[in-house]
């Protein structure tokens, strides 16, 4: 390995303790030291400022150096060694350090600010909750109110009433014959229309918003016992009957909530009205009487007890069969079996007409219009030549009612039958008929 010489002039063998520091010189002006009076440090200075110079001649003046009194470079290399650490601090921004106490509060205030900081976010935080359950709950009753207006009705629900049967019937048996006039009570009666009993359309005589009065309808002598009555309105929908003890919402006022309305649901479906009522038809011994008279004597007289007109008989029998039925003579109304003596009232169609007329307690005119109030035991009178007066008199012995209206027949003398159709009577004979609804 080559070995590089160099020369002892040139290489000295120890730098200045000056030439080692970091130290900068100012360019002018010095500051004293502590302990230094202001002398010194000018001094100091002035002496540094040689020292620098004559280091950067080093190797012209190094002699020039070393005999310059010793004792004055060592003061000056002290002072500087102090001044060039003091200064080297400066230039690196280094502070000394003040201790454990200043690092013990500044902790203490970071602590305190993290502090005041996480109070600050908690406390941001908690009226951030309040404010968002608030906007939450008044969020929900909005969505409530909102959903109570799309199903509970705001308004009392205008529901028309129906028609609806709240008692029993007025009579629960009727005779066979029928005409016996039934009444029942309830609401919005008026707007039935039609009544039905055992299937046969029964005529309604008056009808109220609060009361409905129909006529029994008259059936054959063979169908006595129980029958429903049913009634319905004009759209053809049964009419809801609930008497005493059996619930009904039919025509009930409107509810004014969801829960009422519910309710009345769950009764409807728990105690469901009824539609009908029950009727019995029996035999009225009365009206039995009567038609039985002529059923019995139509074809052969009775004449152990009346006087026979012949070819004129037909009030003469009718009159008979009324004082089966009950009916009292009076001085109006007569026959005397001793004497054969009668009124004409007794003996003659128009005279009992006109007799009738004024008996309203006995009976009610009807004419042929108001058939479907016709009944078993009524009198029908005709009028063949169309002149007023009444040519025949018979006793209703049938009343059958259908789709095609009623059908009535007559029983009696002179047209002697039980049976006679009265259209039949009037195609064959012409004219007219009216009847007496008798009571």
Same mark, same amino acid.
């Given at each position: /390995?080559?070995?590089?010489?160099?020369?002892?002039?040139?290489?000295?063998?120890?730098?200045?303790?000056?030439?080692?520091?970091?130290?900068?010189?100012?360019?002018?002006?010095?500051?004293?030291?502590?302990?230094?009076?202001?002398?010194?440090?000018?001094?100091?200075?002035?002496?540094?400022?040689?020292?620098?110079?004559?280091?950067?001649?080093?190797?012209?003046?190094?002699?020039?150096?070393?005999? *310059?009194?010793?004792?004055?470079?060592?003061?000056?290399?002290?002072?500087?060694?102090?001044?060039?650490?003091?200064?080297?601090?400066?230039?690196?921004?280094?502070?000394?350090?003040?201790?454990?106490?200043?690092?013990? /509060?500044?902790?203490?205030?970071?602590?305190?600010?993290?502090?005041?900081?996480?109070?600050?976010?908690?406390? *941001?935080?908690?009226?951030?909750?309040?404010?968002?359950? %608030?906007?939450?709950?008044?969020?929900?009753? $909005?969505?409530?109110?909102?959903?109570?207006?799309?199903?509970?009705?705001?308004?009392?629900?205008?529901?028309?009433?129906?028609?609806?049967? $709240?008692?029993?019937?007025? $009579?629960?048996?009727?005779?066979?014959?029928? #005409?016996?006039?039934?009444?029942?009570?309830?609401?919005?009666?008026?707007?039935?229309?039609?009544? %039905?009993?055992?299937?046969?359309?029964?005529?309604?005589?008056?009808? $109220?918003?609060?009361?409905?009065?129909?006529?029994?309808?008259?059936?054959?002598d063979t169908a006595l016992g129980a029958v429903a009555v049913a009634f319905t309105d004009a759209s053809g929908a049964p009419v809801a009957v609930a008497t005493p003890g059996t619930a009904t919402v039919a025509g009930a006022a409107a509810p004014a909530s969801l829960a009422a309305q519910l309710t009345?649901?769950?009764?409807?479906?728990?105690?469901?009205?009824?539609?009908?009522?029950?009727?019995?038809?029996?035999?009225?011994?009365?009206?039995?009487?009567?038609? #039985?008279?002529?059923?019995?004597?139509?074809?052969?007289?009775?004449?152990?007890?009346?006087?026979?007109?012949?070819?004129?008989?037909?009030?003469?029998?009718?009159?008979?069969?009324?004082?089966?039925?009950?009916?009292?003579?009076?001085?109006?109304?007569?026959?005397?079996?001793?004497?054969?003596? /009668?009124s004409p009232s007794w003996s003659s169609s128009t005279a009992m007409r006109d007799w009738l007329y004024g008996r309203p307690d006995l009976a009610t005119p009807l004419d042929d219009s108001q058939r479907g109030l016709v009944k078993v035991g009524d009198i029908a009178q005709f009028d063949w030549d169309?002149?007023?007066?009444?040519?025949?008199?018979?006793?209703?012995?049938?009343?059958?009612? #259908?789709?095609?209206?009623?059908?009535?027949?007559?029983?009696?003398?002179?047209?002697? *039958?039980?049976?006679?159709?009265?259209?039949?009577?009037?195609?064959?004979?012409?004219?007219?008929?009216?009847?007496?609804?008798?009571?």
């Amino acid at each position: /390995m080559p070995f590089a010489f160099f020369s002892s002039a040139s290489t000295p063998a120890e730098l200045p303790a000056r030439r080692r520091s970091t130290y900068r010189a100012p360019s002018s002006g010095a500051a004293a030291l502590p302990g230094e009076s202001a002398t010194d440090a000018v001094t100091a200075a002035t002496s540094d400022a040689g020292a620098s110079a004559a280091g950067a001649s080093a190797d012209a003046g190094a002699a020039r150096a070393d005999s *310059a009194d010793s004792a004055d470079t060592a003061a000056v290399e002290r002072r500087a060694e102090r001044r060039a650490r003091h200064r080297a601090e400066r230039v690196r921004n280094r502070r000394p350090s003040s201790g454990a106490p200043r690092r013990f /509060m500044a902790l203490g205030c970071a602590s305190a600010i993290l502090s005041v900081s996480a109070f600050g976010a908690v406390a *941001a935080a908690s009226a951030d909750d309040e404010t968002r359950l %608030a906007a939450a709950q008044e969020a929900s009753i $909005t969505s409530a109110a909102s959903a109570a207006e799309r199903d509970v009705i705001s308004a009392p629900v205008s529901i028309a009433k129906r028609p609806t049967v $709240t008692s029993g019937l007025s $009579t629960a048996a009727a005779p066979f014959t029928g #005409g016996t006039q039934v009444t029942v009570a309830g609401e919005q009666l008026d707007q039935v229309a039609q009544v %039905a009993v055992g299937g046969v359309a029964a005529p309604i005589v008056a009808a $109220t918003a609060e009361q409905l009065t129909f006529q029994v309808p008259a059936v054959a002598d063979t169908a006595l016992g129980a029958v429903a009555v049913a009634f319905t309105d004009a759209s053809g929908a049964p009419v809801a009957v609930a008497t005493p003890g059996t619930a009904t919402v039919a025509g009930a006022a409107a509810p004014a909530s969801l829960a009422a309305q519910l309710t009345e649901i769950d009764e409807a479906a728990v105690y469901a009205p009824t539609t009908s009522l029950t009727l019995t038809y029996t035999s009225n011994p009365a009206i039995d009487a009567q038609v #039985g008279y002529v059923l019995t004597y139509w074809s052969s007289y009775n004449t152990a007890q009346y006087t026979v007109l012949s070819g004129v008989d037909c009030a003469n029998f009718t009159s008979q069969s009324l004082v089966a039925r009950g009916w009292a003579m009076d001085a109006g109304w007569y026959y005397d079996q001793a004497t054969g003596a /009668m009124s004409p009232s007794w003996s003659s169609s128009t005279a009992m007409r006109d007799w009738l007329y004024g008996r309203p307690d006995l009976a009610t005119p009807l004419d042929d219009s108001q058939r479907g109030l016709v009944k078993v035991g009524d009198i029908a009178q005709f009028d063949w030549d169309g002149s007023g007066d009444r040519d025949h008199t018979a006793v209703v012995t049938r009343v059958e009612h #259908g789709a095609n209206g009623t059908t009535v027949w007559v029983g009696g003398h002179t047209k002697d *039958a039980d049976y006679w159709n009265v259209d039949e009577a009037l195609a064959s004979g012409g004219g007219s008929v009216t009847y007496f609804s008798l009571k």
